[in-house]
């Protein structure tokens, strides 16, 4: 398809809108800055989000940030097992067991009830929870993440089997450890109407949400009725704080006991961590990309992507935004995991020759294009260097700079054109893959990229049981998202954190908090 491209040269307005962005992420939310210290003592743990709730429902989730909370009031059958090796541990759960590749046993301690006047957990809330999950009455947005369940058959009050449809490999690694494994209260979310909005309906782990203020904090209490290993801190207070130089400020400024930072100050916190801190060095499995929505009029021309992919300098991006701490990634799954790819089809380098002649065979002039982002110091740097490396060819970019809460909204936005993406993860590539099937175009498959081949490997990978061939259809899977002229995978980033003096963090293989089970020192 040929279009009318109207240049819009990148001007001072241009920079001084994405300036003033910048700027606005360097405030931190309401409520902060009044405090003098934060202190063990006062019971009371303070930690930084990356983004704001959206949702205390399980099915509508929209990632980390909501799990972060959702594993401190829920419970699962098991959850990830804190630690550098990947693992699980029994949390609702006394006993679990897969009988054979399609049942697993499961029964549930007989000391966990619910709020609100709710009752005891049973195998009924189970089935009740994960069955809603594949609902097509409920469309959950994580249902990927249940892979073919069937139902759940009850055997006993507190005893149960999940019963699949066929092999999930996965089932140990995301749906029951991660979100979906949240199991809820039946006769709470049917008394709901049958969803959840931001405030729950019945909680029943180690701490209670007490408070939700919209983009300023959440403050979690203990649970005085919880009946398992005693939650270390009275309180525990989260901030969505979208920028991690913002999350530093605050920390050093004694506001934040525990949070991600950039990693242009891992060498500086090396060397010293202020009020008596401590870093702590993490691989990542976040994956960051340029993305390109297929189905705008913009991008139908698979030589001007190509000609895009081929001019982004993903080093210079590395240098620029995370100061060489970062490796360039091959693909959506970091090494280690199964499918990871040696190379990428493109070569990191930008290969501004090729580049240009591509441009030039798809015959299109004058291109401008809009590139949206999540306002974070570390984005507004990668976009630049996108917008300098692309203007070497000849194509104009403006940059988007977005709060959380409408960058996060972007899955139904049509008019998207490029977009600068990180999708957290879990420790399989099945999680990877779902977001990018078919099915997701319009909810978390933001570049609308549908591909028969990749939907069936996405499918048939999940039953697959030899880690070889498994990994071989990963790879073709990866494969395919590049060729389609969508993609430019950038990094999988590192994952250092920092906490204060007091806190004895409990974090997962990558990093990632699990707040339930945080100490003090």
């Excluded at 291109?367 to 060819?393: E, F």
Aim: hydrophobic share 40%.
């Amino acid at each position: 398809m040929k279009i009318e491209w109207t240049k819009a040269p990148v001007g001072r307005r241009t920079f001084l809108k994405g300036a003033t962005a910048l700027g606005a992420a360097s405030a931190l939310p309401m409520g902060m800055g009044s405090h003098v210290m934060a202190s063990p003592d006062d019971g009371v743990l303070r930690v930084r989000a990356y983004g704001d709730l959206k949702s205390m429902d399980p099915a509508y989730s929209v990632g980390l940030v909501d799990e972060t909370m959702h594993s401190c009031v829920y419970n699962k059958l098991i959850q990830y097992k804190p630690g550098r090796e990947w693992d699980w541990q029994l949390d609702a759960a006394t006993m679990i067991e897969q009988v054979d590749p399609t049942h697993v046993k499961f029964a549930l301690r007989d000391d966990i009830g619910f709020t609100n006047g709710f009752g005891a957990m049973t195998a009924e809330d189970v089935k009740f929870s994960f069955e809603r999950i594949v609902s097509e009455e409920i469309a959950s947005t994580n249902r990927p993440d249940m892979g073919p369940l069937s139902h759940v058959e009850i055997t006993g009050e507190r005893e149960g089997t999940i019963v699949m449809n066929e092999p999930f490999t996965p089932l140990f690694s995301i749906a029951l450890p991660y979100i979906v494994g949240n199991i809820i209260s039946k006769k709470a979310t049917e008394a709901a109407g049958g969803r959840i909005g931001t405030d729950p309906v019945a909680e029943s782990g180690p701490y209670l949400r007490d408070s939700w203020s919209a983009k300023s904090k959440s403050v979690l209490k203990r649970n005085p009725d919880w009946k398992g290993e005693a939650a270390a801190w009275d309180t525990i207070e989260i901030y969505p704080i979208d920028d991690e130089n913002t999350a530093e400020i605050a920390f050093e400024a004694g506001e934040l006991d525990f949070t991600r930072v950039s990693l242009g100050a891992v060498e500086r916190y090396r060397s010293d961590v202020p009020n008596g801190g401590s870093l702590i060095e993490y691989p990542s499995l976040f994956y960051v990309w340029l993305g390109m929505n297929l189905d705008h009029p913009k991008l139908q021309n698979i030589k001007l992507r190509q000609a895009i992919q081929h001019a982004i300098d993903v080093p210079s991006i590395l240098q620029a935004a995370y100061f060489n701490a970062a490796d360039a990634s091959t693909g959506i799954l970091a090494p280690g995991l199964p499918g990871n790819r040696e190379n990428s089809l493109i070569p990191p380098e930008a290969n501004f020759e090729k580049a240009a002649a591509l441009l030039a065979e798809s015959g299109e002039t004058n291109v401008t294009l809009t590139l949206d982002i999540l306002n974070k110091t570390t984005n507004s740097v990668m976009a630049q260097v996108i917008q300098a490396t692309l203007a070497q060819i000849g194509i104009t970019v403006e940059i988007n700079n977005l709060e959380s809460g409408a960058f996060w909204a972007s899955g139904d936005n049509e008019n998207l054109q490029l977009i600068l993406n990180r999708y957290s993860m879990t420790p399989d590539p099945y999680y990877a893959t779902s977001w990018f099937v078919s099915d997701q175009i319009g909810i978390w498959n933001w570049e609308r990229f549908s591909n028969e081949e990749f939907d069936k490997i996405h499918i048939d990978a999940s039953r697959e049981t030899d880690f070889d061939k498994r990994a071989t259809m990963y790879r073709r899977a990866q494969d395919l998202m590049e060729e389609s002229g969508a993609y430019r995978f950038i990094t999988h980033e590192a994952n250092p954190v920092v906490h204060s003096a007091g806190v004895i963090p409990a974090l997962r293989p990558d990093g990632i908090a699990q707040l339930r089970y945080f100490g003090k020192s």
